[in-house]
């Protein structure tokens, strides 16, 4: 059974920083690309940052370069999303997502995490 299970949300002042986690159980964690979405009230579902399995390659939205790095440790089968200079506009919902092709779409989802950001 695939599990994806996020930490690390919660409640930021403006320009505060948060580090999510998410853990990775029943996949061959190394040979998934691993990626981070979120989803704002009333928004679509959007890509926030993309993983290769081992790490090599990355990817981010235009908007969030710069602020957001994600990262992972396959000894620990677990990914991490650095996000720093937060904005209220970064309040949403962050969701965990693993794909065996790094150019496909999400196999698996975790069940989400909170980030609200005050101002």
């Known amino acids: 059974q695939v599990q994806l299970v996020e930490s690390g949300g919660g409640l930021v002042q403006a320009g505060g920083s948060l580090r999510l986690s998410c853990a990775a159980s029943?996949?061959?964690?190394?040979?998934?690309?691993m990626g981070w979405y979120r989803q704002a009230p009333g928004k679509q579902r959007e890509l926030v940052a993309m993983i290769s399995g081992r790490g090599g390659a990355t990817d981010y939205v235009d908007s969030l370069k710069g602020r957001f790095t994600i990262s992972r440790d396959n000894a620990k089968n677990t990914v991490y999303l650095q996000m720093n200079s937060l904005k209220p506009e970064d309040t949403a919902v962050y969701y965990c997502?693993?794909?065996?092709?790094?150019?496909?779409?999400?196999?698996?989802w975790g069940q989400g995490t909170q980030v609200t950001v005050s101002s």
């Open positions: 029943g996949i061959a964690f190394s040979s998934n690309a």
């Open positions: 997502s693993a794909q065996r092709f790094y150019t496909g779409s999400p196999d698996y």
